[in-house]
């Protein structure tokens, strides 16, 4: 990093840019959601009392049925964001590699798969999405805890954390490996 800076802060560019370039589609698409709801009159009307019960019952009314827009529409953007990762993540790795053994001029430079490095941002995508279907499983551990009649608050979140924390245990240790 000293003797070669620009080597350090293009690898920070790369990554900095394509996450900008994330927020950007995610934001974007969050926005084209809650441009699809529609607010009737009368949920307005609910929405301008500033009572706290009224306000929960037009915003529940605003945001019935949506919810299978809002899952299409995310597992599209994570499908698309992870294609763009693999990709760019496996370039931007190549390149950085690259320079790192021109620099140490160590012999003959290795060649640089970058189907190998695909590869393994692949997995890194494919773990990624592990990792968020085990916190919906944590979400469904905690809910088979307690129940309306018999509620355990207190029984459901030591469930959700203790999901929580294996899976989260189990992704920094397999995304650090790769």
Not at 75 to 86: D, E, I, N, P, R
Not at 130 to 157: D, H, I, K, N, W
Request: aromatic share 12%; net charge positive; with cysteine.
């Amino acid at each position: 990093m000293w003797s070669r800076p620009s080597l350090g802060l293009a690898e920070i560019a790369w990554r900095w840019s394509f996450w900008a370039a994330a927020w950007f589609l995610v934001l974007f698409a969050a926005r084209e959601y809650f441009d699809s709801l529609r607010v009737g009159s009368a949920d307005m009307a609910l929405l301008q009392t500033r009572q706290p019960m009224l306000v929960s019952k037009a915003i529940s009314h605003i945001f019935r049925g949506s919810s299978m827009r809002v899952a299409v529409s995310a597992c599209l953007v994570f499908l698309a964001l992870s294609a763009a990762w693999v990709i760019v993540a496996a370039l931007g790795r190549a390149v950085s590699l690259r320079e790192i053994f021109g620099h140490f001029r160590v012999g003959e430079a290795p060649a640089i798969s970058l189907r190998s490095l695909m590869g393994i941002h692949f997995l890194r995508a494919t773990l990624l999405l592990a990792a968020l279907v085990g916190f919906g499983t944590a979400m469904l551990a905690a809910g088979a805890v307690t129940s309306p009649s018999q509620p355990r608050p207190a029984s459901a979140m030591i469930a959700f954390l203790a999901v929580t924390f294996i899976v989260v245990a189990t992704w920094t240790v397999l995304n650090w490996i790769l």
